[in-house]
């Protein structure tokens, strides 16, 4: 069941490796797919280096945060 939710502020490149979403920053950091319920990326400059999961809602959203377009 997932319970974790996940913030990036910062520059980061995310990927996926043996079904961890791996994120580095500064340091290297990973969580099992399972486990996310939300992955929020607030950075521009963030990279995502994966096809997402079959079963993710991806969502665009404006600087207020309110929902541009989902695909």
Do not use: G, Y
């Not at 963030?46 to 959203?61: D, E, F, N, S, V």
């Amino acid at each position: 069941m997932a319970f974790r939710n996940i913030v990036i502020e910062s520059p980061a490149r995310i990927s996926l490796k043996n079904d961890q979403l791996v994120i580095r920053t500064d340091a290297e950091r990973s969580a099992a797919i399972e486990d996310i319920s939300a992955l929020l990326i607030e950075n521009r400059q963030t990279q995502i280096t994966a096809a997402a999961h079959p079963h993710a809602l991806c969502m665009r959203c404006r600087r207020r945060h309110s929902a541009r377009s989902a695909f």
